[in-house]
């Protein structure tokens, strides 16, 4: 198609717009490709890189073995972790091997009961050219967990060093906003604010979420996992969801939730196109779920729009942010934020989705 648009013409003009206009989107695919190529074969000599990891504990010095290395790349044209490529995991001496895909890479080094690291491979403002001092072969991991790709040699060896973790108990209570103890809530422990998903703490190299359920007394007993940032939940229906910090309590403390009861207002949602406002049937709303790999929040729902884009009656509570997850096919999702004092029933709260 562009070698057509080459020959044509000045008696030839109105051709070669009306072929412009017809075909802008595929030769704009055309042309960024042979770019994407040129780029790649002219740099392809110097982003990729064979190198050993050898993981070892940051107290002993001894290696440890099981620990995964998963490789986030930046290769031209794929920006995200490969979702199916496997782990390079390390054996008895602590060793690993694989290869530098990208001059601007990041590698994840997750075992369970160590702290996670994430090491920057860092290109050096020369780009590709050779550096002036000579290559190393072995490359302990300084404190700012970045190093320079053309410092390494071929088959370089990089030490990493992981952190134990250390346990300590904490009593967390929960109560309402009157004092009184939240007997049969559930306490939900983490330490971390985005997992992708329920039970994905392992494939992360985090300790496994803790779900305890509140006694007559209001209190239950947790461990929390030094260094690591840690998270206290609390959850019970019709009253808000409350979270706190907690790593950073005294050993042999006692961490407090305040749950508020909840006022509801009933109504109903009405999404539609946000360039046509045309309503969107079968349009998927939910409340109660962030991505924080903590369970749904028991007050939370999912319903779906009729072929009006409305949804049936749903219960929306007065929470400081009231946030609904909205998402159709053919769309972006979006998180919509409510005030809660400007709802009113009877009369349908719009959404707006925007087309992908």
Same mark, same amino acid.
């Given at each position: 198609?562009?070698? &057509?648009?080459?020959?044509?013409?000045?008696?030839?003009?109105?051709?070669?717009?009306? $072929?412009?206009?017809?075909?802008?989107?595929?030769?704009?695919?055309?042309?960024?490709?042979?770019? !994407?190529?040129?780029?790649?074969?002219?740099?392809?000599?110097?982003? @990729? &890189?064979?190198?050993?990891?050898?993981?070892?504990?940051?107290?002993?010095? @001894?290696?440890?073995?099981?620990?995964?290395?998963?490789? +986030?790349?930046?290769?031209?044209?794929?920006?995200?972790?490969?979702?199916?490529?496997?782990?390079?995991?390390?054996?008895?001496?602590?060793?690993?091997?694989?290869?530098?895909?990208?001059?601007?890479?990041?590698?994840?080094?997750?075992?369970? !009961?160590?702290?996670?690291?994430?090491?920057?491979?860092?290109?050096?403002?020369?780009?590709?050219?050779?550096?002036?001092?000579?290559?190393?072969?072995?490359?302990?991991?300084?404190?700012?967990?970045?190093?320079?790709?053309?410092?390494?040699?071929?088959?370089?060896?990089?030490?990493?060093?992981?952190?134990?973790?250390?346990? @300590?108990?904490?009593?967390?209570?929960?109560?309402?906003? +009157?004092?009184?103890?939240?007997?049969?809530?559930?306490?939900?422990?983490?330490?971390?604010?985005?997992?992708?998903?329920?039970?994905?703490?392992?494939?992360?190299?985090?300790?496994?979420?803790?779900?305890?359920?509140?006694?007559?007394?209001?209190?239950?007993? $947790?461990?929390?996992? +030094?260094?690591?940032?840690?998270?206290?939940?609390?959850?019970?229906?019709?009253?808000?969801?409350?979270?706190?910090?907690?790593?950073?309590?005294?050993?042999?403390?006692?961490?407090?939730?305040?749950?508020?009861?909840?006022?509801?207002?009933?109504?109903?949602?009405?999404?539609?196109?946000?360039?046509?406002?045309?309503?969107?049937?079968?349009?998927?709303?939910?409340?109660? &779920?962030?991505?924080?790999?903590?369970?749904?929040?028991?007050?939370?729902?999912?319903?779906?729009?009729?072929?009006?884009?409305?949804?049936?009656?749903?219960?929306?509570?007065?929470?400081?942010?009231?946030?609904?997850?909205?998402?159709? &096919?053919?769309?972006?999702?979006?998180?919509?934020?409510?005030?809660?004092? @400007?709802?009113?029933?009877?009369?349908?709260?719009?959404?707006?989705?925007?087309?992908?």
């Amino acid at each position: 198609m562009i070698a &057509k648009m080459l020959t044509l013409g000045t008696g030839d003009m109105r051709r070669s717009r009306f $072929v412009e206009r017809g075909d802008r989107q595929s030769s704009t695919r055309w042309i960024l490709f042979t770019i !994407g190529v040129a780029i790649v074969m002219s740099v392809g000599a110097c982003i @990729s &890189k064979p190198v050993q990891i050898r993981v070892m504990r940051a107290d002993t010095g @001894s290696p440890i073995e099981g620990a995964e290395i998963r490789q +986030h790349g930046a290769r031209f044209l794929r920006f995200l972790p490969r979702p199916n490529a496997k782990p390079s995991v390390t054996g008895a001496d602590g060793m690993a091997s694989l290869v530098l895909d990208a001059r601007g890479t990041s590698l994840a080094v997750l075992c369970q !009961g160590f702290v996670p690291v994430q090491v920057s491979i860092v290109p050096e403002p020369r780009g590709c050219a050779e550096p002036s001092k000579p290559t190393a072969l072995e490359v302990t991991v300084p404190d700012d967990l970045c190093v320079p790709f053309e410092s390494l040699a071929d088959r370089a060896r990089l030490d990493v060093m992981l952190l134990p973790l250390r346990a @300590s108990p904490l009593r967390v209570c929960v109560r309402d906003e +009157h004092g009184e103890s939240m007997a049969g809530a559930m306490v939900v422990v983490e330490c971390s604010l985005f997992l992708p998903s329920d039970g994905a703490e392992a494939a992360w190299g985090l300790p496994a979420a803790q779900r305890l359920t509140v006694g007559s007394d209001g209190c239950v007993q $947790v461990q929390r996992f +030094h260094p690591l940032r840690a998270y206290a939940y609390a959850r019970m229906a019709g009253f808000a969801p409350a979270r706190i910090r907690i790593d950073r309590e005294p050993d042999g403390g006692t961490a407090t939730l305040e749950m508020r009861r909840l006022q509801w207002k009933k109504s109903t949602l009405r999404v539609v196109d946000a360039r046509t406002d045309a309503p969107i049937a079968g349009a998927q709303v939910q409340f109660g &779920k962030e991505l924080d790999g903590v369970p749904r929040d028991p007050n939370g729902w999912v319903v779906a729009c009729d072929a009006q884009g409305i949804t049936p009656p749903v219960d929306l509570p007065n929470l400081d942010q009231l946030v609904l997850t909205v998402s159709a &096919k053919g769309y972006r999702s979006a998180r919509c934020v409510m005030q809660w004092a @400007s709802i009113r029933s009877g009369r349908p709260t719009e959404l707006v989705l925007e087309r992908r």
